[in-house]
């Protein structure tokens, strides 16, 4: 737009014409030629010819009319991987015979089985996991009175028999007091959950060596529940342990027999 008249007296002595884009806006316009027809906007035509294409470069990516399905290169890649498995058996496993060691059995000194759960090299939450079992009779207990501390104080990990899970048969000895169970998985490293495995154990041999619970019976409730629960005839009432019998009255209520209140009677008299 053009200046004003103020503003071109005000800034007469450093206007100069073609300086200033109002000046070169007007001057183009005068110069224009005068045209009758509107002008119209220049259309852009778009290049309709085909893109060069390398034929030898898509030959690669073409389909083949001969190709297996789907279904049949799952098939193949099984095979594949079978063969792999079958290879290393056959040229590796022979090499591990160089770390083979004799079984030693545990001897009295180490009387601890502990139990892990491996999933085959897989990460899994119960990987972590470890379970101490312990016949209570290989225990360092001093003598009888905290042998039967220790039951109470262990409450229901305690059982007269042994674990199903824990590997120990019904024959092997140091099952005269029962067996000891404990496990842990709440920390996320294996050492860790054994490290508190043991400590726990530690912690109840010396609390049982200390005292003496000679008053407290031994609490069989869970042995029983376990009994009732897997209903194989012992939750049947007087199977759990044995059949009542007159033996288990005291014996001041068992009446006396004849022949024996016979001869008091004559003495009395």
């Known amino acids: 737009m053009a200046l004003s008249r103020s503003c071109r007296a005000a800034l ?14 007007l001057g183009a316009r005068k110069e224009a030629p ?12 778009p290049n309709l010819e085909p893109l060069p294409i390398d034929e030898d470069s898509m030959m690669d990516q073409a389909p083949v009319e001969d190709d297996a399905p789907e279904p049949m290169h799952k098939a ?52 972590a996991k470890r379970t101490i079992v312990v016949p209570v009779a290989k225990l360092p207990l001093k003598n009888a009175d ?29 099952h005269e007091h029962g067996y000891f169970k404990i496990s842990c998985e709440d920390f996320p490293k294996d050492a860790m959950n054994l490290k508190w ?4 154990l530690d912690r109840l041999l010396a609390a049982a060596n200390e005292e003496k619970f000679a008053d407290i ?5 869970h042995v029983e529940a376990k009994t009732r629960k897997a209903k194989k005839g012992g939750h049947i009432y007087g199977k759990q342990t044995h059949r009542p ?13 004849k022949h024996q209140a016979a001869p008091e009677s004559s003495a009395s008299a």
């Open 197 to 200: 495995a043991s400590d726990t």
């Open 245 to 257: 019998s007159i033996r288990d009255f005291p014996k001041e209520w068992l009446p006396v027999p």
């Open 146 to 174: 905290a042998i039967h501390k220790f039951k109470v104080l262990a409450g229901v990990r305690w059982t007269p028999d042994p674990p199903a899970d824990s590997g120990i048969g019904s024959e092997e000895s140091g």
């Open 12 to 25: 007469a002595p450093v206007f100069r014409p073609r300086h200033f884009h109002t000046c070169s806006v």
């Open 34 to 45: 005068a045209s009758t027809t509107p002008s119209r906007a220049r259309r852009i035509v």
């Open 76 to 127: 193949l890649q099984q095979q594949r991987e079978m063969l792999y498995y079958l290879r290393l058996i056959e040229h590796e496993m022979p090499k591990l015979v160089a770390y083979r060691k004799p079984f030693v059995p545990p001897d009295s000194s180490n009387p601890l089985i502990i139990r892990s759960v491996s999933y085959g090299g897989e990460p899994h939450p119960a990987a």
């Open 217 to 221: 019976p031994v609490d069989t409730r």
